[in-house]
Every structure is written in structure tokens, then in C-alpha cells.
């Protein structure tokens, strides 16, 4: 009785269209994606190109003689990498939360503009503790760019066109992990202009560049669909009925309330969420700070090592291009996760156990294929099963940044004392992938039960207060009792009884 009486009330609210008077008949779906898409992703492309090349332009300085100018130890170094991820994984939920609630044309442009700056102090250094202050400093301003980017691209697309446009944003880390070698290296030859050695000038070139582009971003980015200055009325509201025909019915706004977040910090999903973001993060950041040394350490020179691991930065780009496509095209997320998962976890049991150069540079391949694709595939993944704008944007940033805690442990598990081999390191991070592979099979379990339940009527909640009985009553104290539809979508969000999940 309890599910016709949620179905019925289900039937009569569906025709509460946003802004009704609009009429959205004459516009171009497919035309309108374009235009979409044309606006927000290849700039964000760039945003994340610049944080990534900035972020890892301290290994490239270290080439330059780094070290010996400012007299610092290995271990010093080594510290001074670690420093960076504390407040870089700490600050990003509270990011989300006031990304929502300012403008993102404000909040990303800000703080692009404040980690160039602190770029470019990086080119006046003098001491060891100038250099812990600022690495700090840096953590704190590149916080909240890319879960910020990520909540941003999901507050404009239905969850069957995410996973194509975060992998479209996403392989900018890949272009920029083979391109910030080149840089480096030309801009190296001004070495002594101004009385500033090399490593100084890659510093304060690319964080000028940083700082430039942060003032084109005021203009560039555009707000949430709802305010979108660069769509006409009727392509707005198009926009946010397409996303609440998706379950997604934050769109077109939300008021924020603290209850949001609450949602989020007590949902099993979030937790999961930081372990399959934990099993590939970990790799990621290992994988892109040592790939030349493991290269190198196998018997090929620092050069050719330099340009061994680019076509491994091509291969990951071309893989996470097309697992961001099929990915959207078959909507099983969950199944794709446990296959590149799994080629990861032979790609390092080859590493740990090979002893021929040939075959480890080959494991770099698989090892490359199962890290990279596995970001933005999980992304769209998480990011299409948690539904309230808020909720989403802090479960995303508390995955992003448990994920990047971890970049902190595995950037310190490749020992020179290791080498060539580095069975310790590899061990480590295959533990990880285990990890990822075993939160992924959880997280789609749980995922497909709960869809069961909901399909069995067990999550149903009493829609109109004039129903009563004893078996309602009993339902509205485990579901919950609203007034209307619209009211318990919005109340509940995910928990809703109509939503789904993908797996």
C-alpha cells in the first residue's frame, strides 16, 4: 500500500517543471553540449595544466642545482615536498563549501592568482625554512582547483557524459607531466640573467604565467548553469531540467544548510569513496615524481630516461581518452574500475619480480594504463551516485583529499638505498592498487543492494501528511513523511527513494 501511495504522489509532481512559463522547444540539444563544452572544459584544461606544472617544477629546479644553492640535504628536500600535501588535503572540503556559496569565476581565478604568486616567490629563495614556508603556502592556495573543478564540471553535465569531460580536463596533467621537462630545460638556459641562476627563472616565468592567466579567468569562467551569462534564457533553463531529469535536483540552485555536509560525513559512500581514491592517488603521485628515476635506474641515461617515460605519458593520455568515452557509452563504471585495477596490480608484480630493463620499461605501460584512466573513471563514478550539491562537493573533496594525503606517504617510498629495483617502493604502491580494487567491488556491491531495497519498495517514504495507519506511520519513522515529491528529492537527495545508482 505504502508504494502506490509514494508512486501515486510520484505521478502528480513530476509536472513541476522549473521556470514553466519558459519555453525550451526550440533549442538544439546537441548544439548546446557544444557550445557547453567549448566554454567550460578546455579552460579548466588549462587550469589543471598550470597547477600541474607548477606543483611539479621543484623537481625540475632540483635538476638546476637547486639543492646546492640553497644548502640543503636530500632529506631536507624530500621534507619539503611532503609539506605541501597537509594543508593541500586538509583545506579541500571547506573549499567546496564556498565554491557553492561564491561565485567559481571568484573563488578558482583567487586562487590561481595566490598560487602564482607564491610560484613566483619560490625564484627569490634563500633558506631552507623560506623554502618550507612556501611550499606550505602553496598547499594552502592550490587546495580546492581540483575538487573544485570537478564538483564545478558536475553541476553542468548528466552523469552519462561526466566521465568523457573530466578525462578531457584530466589528460592536461598528463600533457603537462611530459611537457614540464622541455620547459624547464629551455628556460634553464637563463641561468645568470638578472644575477638569478636557472632554477630561479623557472620559477618566477611560470608563476608569472600563472598570474596572468588567473586575471583572464575572472572573465573566462563562467558561473553555475542557472546564472550562465554566455546562454540565452531558455538554453539555461533547458540546461537544469536535462540535469533534474537526471536526478539531479539541486540544480537551479540550492540554499545551503549544515544538514548537506552532515549527509555526507555520515554516508557509507564518502568512506569508500577515499578508499578507491586512496588506491589510485597513492600510485599517481609516485608514479609521476619517479618514472624517470626507475627509468633511469634500469640502465638508461638521464636524457633518454627524460625521453623514455614520455610515450608512457602519451600511452596513459590515449587510454584515459577512451575509458573516459566507453565509460560514458556503457554506464558500468564499477566494472571498468576492477578491470584497470587489475592490470595495475600485474603491472607491479611485474615490476617487483622483473630483472630485464626491457620488461620493466613494458610494466611502466600497464602500470601507466591502470593509474591515470582510473582518476576520472572513479571521479564520474562517485560523483554520479551522491546527489545535493553540497553533499556532492564535500564528499568529492574528502575523497580528492584523503587521496592526496596519501601522495604524501607513497612521494617518500621510492628509496635511493632501493635502487635499481625499488622492491619496496613497487610493493607499496601495489598495496595500494589492492586497495582500490577491493573499495571499488565494495563500493559497487553495496551500491547494487541498495538499488534492490529500492526496488522492493523498502525505502519508500509517505508522501502527503492526510495519509495515516499504523503501517504508514511506521514507514514515515524509518523513511521519513513530506508534503510533497519535490520536497522529500530535495530533503533526501540520494536517499530519495525514486534515485538509482549507476554501477
Not at 65 to 86: C, N, R, S
Not at 268 to 282: H, N, P, Q, R, V
Amino acid at each position: 500500500m505504502s508504494h502506490s501511495g509514494s508512486v501515486v504522489a510520484l505521478a502528480t509532481d513530476k509536472d513541476e517543471l522549473y521556470e514553466t512559463h519558459v519555453d525550451t522547444s526550440q533549442v538544439d540539444e546537441r548544439q548546446l553540449l557544444r557550445k557547453i563544452d567549448i566554454r567550460v572544459i578546455p579552460w579548466l584544461g588549462l587550469l589543471y595544466f598550470l597547477n600541474f606544472l607548477d606543483r611539479g617544477s621543484i623537481g625540475n629546479a632540483k635538476l638546476y642545482h637547486m639543492e646546492t644553492d640553497l644548502g640543503i640535504t636530500d632529506k631536507q628536500y624530500l621534507i619539503a615536498l611532503t609539506v605541501f600535501f597537509f594543508p593541500y588535503a586538509l583545506l579541500e572540503p571547506a573549499s567546496n563549501v564556498i565554491l557553492r556559496r561564491i561565485r567559481p569565476s571568484m573563488w578558482l581565478s583567487s586562487m590561481m592568482f595566490v598560487w602564482g604568486t607564491v610560484m613566483m616567490c619560490h625564484g627569490f629563495l634563500h633558506s631552507y625554512g623560506g623554502l618550507v614556508t612556501l611550499r606550505v603556502l602553496l598547499g594552502v592556495a592550490e587546495a580546492g582547483l581540483y575538487p573544485g573543478i570537478v564538483f564545478y564540471i558536475s553541476c553542468w553535465y548528466k552523469r552519462s557524459e561526466l566521465g568523457t569531460r573530466v578525462a578531457a580536463f584530466f589528460t592536461s596533467a598528463t600533457i603537462a607531466g611530459a611537457f614540464s621537462g622541455l620547459l624547464a630545460a629551455a628556460i634553464s638556459h637563463m641561468n645568470g640573467v638578472a644575477g638569478k641562476p636557472g632554477w630561479s627563472w623557472i620559477f618566477i616565468l611560470e608563476g608569472l604565467l600563472t598570474v596572468l592567466c588567473a586575471v583572464a579567468s575572472y572573465g573566462v569562467i563562467s558561473n553555475f548553469p542557472e546564472t550562465a551569462t554566455f546562454l540565452t534564457k531558455e538554453e539555461r533553463v533547458f540546461v537544469i531540467r536535462r540535469l533534474r531529469d537526471d536526478m539531479q535536483f539541486s540544480a537551479g540552485g540550492e540554499e545551503f544548510k549544515a544538514r548537506y555536509i552532515w549527509q555526507s560525513l555520515r554516508d557509507w559512500k564518502t568512506y569508500l569513496a577515499m578508499g578507491i581514491y586512496m588506491g589510485f592517488d597513492g600510485p599517481l603521485f609516485a608514479f609521476s615524481l619517479f618514472t624517470p628515476t626507475i627509468i633511469n635506474e634500469l640502465g638508461y641515461t638521464a636524457t633518454t630516461a627524460n625521453l623514455l617515460s614520455v610515450p608512457v605519458y602519451i600511452w596513459s593520455c590515449i587510454v584515459t581518452v577512451i575509458v573516459g568515452l566507453v565509460g560514458d557509452r556503457l554506464g558500468q563504471r564499477g566494472y571498468i574500475n576492477l578491470i584497470l585495477f587489475g592490470t595495475g596490480l600485474v603491472g607491479y608484480i611485474i615490476l617487483i619480480t622483473s630483472r630485464t630493463p626491457a620488461l620493466s620499461y613494458f610494466a611502466c605501460f600497464l602500470a601507466a594504463s591502470a593509474i591515470y584512466p582510473t582518476v576520472p573513471n572513479s571521479v564520474a563514478w562517485v560523483a554520479s551516485n551522491v546527489e545535493g550539491s553540497y553533499k556532492r562537493g564535500v564528499t568529492l573533496a574528502m575523497a580528492i583529499g584523503w587521496g592526496n594525503l596519501n601522495g604524501a606517504v607513497s612521494s617518500n617510498v621510492y628509496r635511493a638505498k632501493d635502487a635499481p629495483w625499488y622492491r619496496l617502493g613497487h610493493g607499496i604502491i601495489l598495496a595500494y592498487i589492492a586497495i582500490g580494487w577491493l573499495c571499488s567491488a565494495a563500493f559497487m556491491f553495496l551500491l547494487r543492494k541498495e538499488n534492490e531495497r529500492r526496488d522492493r519498495g523498502e525505502r519508500d517514504e509517505v508522501i502527503d501528511s492526510d495519509n495515516s495507519g499504523e503501517e504508514m506511520d511506521e514507514l514515515a519513522l524509518k523513511n521519513g513523511r513530506f508534503e510533497t515529491v519535490n520536497d522529500a528529492r530535495r530533503e533526501k537527495g540520494d536517499e530519495w527513494s525514486q534515485f538509482r545508482y549507476t554501477l
